[in-house]
């Protein structure tokens, strides 16, 4: 009997696909490339390709870049794991009370469509400016995603199953460490996967509000000062580190854990 | 033989849209050790809903269950249930992960050598040696099935509970698997439960077919099954026993497959027990 390794079929589909997308990008480049040169379009507002990338080099050497992405990330994951953990308490009080659902509920459905930076006036008028601000606004927009895809995946487990598990004596916690959370990972993951690119755009959003950040900065920051300077290949250098790291966090990470996980079981939410 | 199972004066109501539907009415039966039990009715008459009860599932309005004299009213490893649905098994573990699962779970065998080499031998047992490591949604409908009686026979329960575990596959699947299972159960001697919806069924699996009408829910009859070992449709007495139970339960002669149809569009129990799931 075959073994059943799905890895290595994904691998190279991974490969092909990647492959293709370097292609594309790099044609992209060339064309960008093309149209900058000919001068047909003032350097100051369409800069060559050529120039974008010396910029990212120099930023690159002089630590820049590096500096901006480790601020950025930090409050990322910052802010991430204040939503997870917020998720988690409302989602329990939720399925353990039917009155907190309702009221999450409600409260969901108020703000879930306010963007997070919407919502960072405020935030900077009750905890000033600096890193507490942006991770509130961080929070803010990926908690509402969060709560509803857990609560949804914890639903969707079918009934079969955990009476299943009930049948072997699990029960509380047990049962839904073992039975309930494996159950709804795909939506888990689904949520996380939302959350970030959520928080991710409202913390570039954030920190390009000026001084939001109060004097420190990220990526966000970053392109805010080039901008401030008209140093015009530094802002599009921004935006590629800014559009790269989304790029890797979604297929390096995220794409990854879905393929030997909700993939591999049979359990994609199409 | 001891008695393994005794039910006496279950009564199970369910309130729905402030009705009171009785499912079950004073059920009385006792079961002894090694029998293999059928149940037979028409679709609402109760049969899930007792298999539930005494699964530990559903609380009773009144009455009892007993396992070896001890009163039950939770589930337990003691009574495993098989179930109609092929969505039993845990998708996110392979088919020996499944029953290691189960054994690891209940301290049946607790570490995870123990366990991986007692799956394989259930495993073996129902006849999917070579499949240990694929995933649910890689097998079909009996294969499923299989695992899950696998599954339920490695915890080593007193009472195997089968509720309509062949109702969604197609009918060579069904035969296939209805051999498999009667030839498990000469193996292992577990007492055995099963519901079923199709008479030919009933009287193949059953040493002893307990009819049961509906509304409220209740014991018809108890036919002891005197034809032995491997029963066919050519079985002498067979057709006896066949014409009996359709006169009993109401049914035309010559129905297809002789299953039981309502002849009138009563919402059955298990239909309104799931819209109160599905409500809450």
Known sequence: METNKPTNRFRARFLGRTCRQIVFVIALAAIWELIASTGYLPPLLFPRFSHVIQALIKES????????????????????????????LATALAMCWPVASECIETLMAILHPLPGIAILPIVILWLGTGRKSIATVIWFAAVWPLIANLHTGLRSVPITQIEAGRNLGLQGLHLVRTVLIPGAFPYILSGLRVAWARAWQALVASEMVFGASGGEGGLGWFIYKRRFFMEVPGVFAGMIVIVLIGLIVERVCFEQIEIRTVRRWGMTLE | MKHVLTISKLTKHFRV?????????????????????????????????????????????????????????????????????????????????????ALRVTRTAGTKKKSRTLAESYINLVGLRGYEDFYPHQLSGGMKQRVAIARALSVQPKILLMDEPFGSLDTFTRKALQEELASIWQKTKVTVLFVTHNIEEAIIQGDRIIAMSSQPGRILTVIDNPISRPRTPDSPGFADIWDDLHRLLGVQKGSVGGSLRQQQRIVSYEEMETRRLVAT
């Open chain 1, 61 to 88: 050497l002089n630590g820049e870049v590096l500096g901006r992405t480790w601020f950025s990330l930090n409050l990322v994951a910052w802010g991430l794991s204040m939503a997870t953990a917020s998720a988690v």
């Open chain 2, 17 to 101: 849209h402030e009705r009171t539907l009785i499912a079950l009415q004073d059920i009385d039966l006792s079961v002894k050790e090694g029998e293999f039990i059928t149940i037979i009715g028409p679709s609402g008459c109760g049969k899930s809903t007792l298999l539930r009860c005494i699964a530990g599932f559903e609380t009773l309005t009144q009455g009892s269950v007993r396992v070896e004299g001890q009163e039950v009213n939770r589930p337990g490893i003691d009574r495993m249930m098989v179930f109609q649905g092929l969505d039993q098994l845990l998708p996110w573990l392979t088919v020996l992960e499944n029953v290691a699962f």
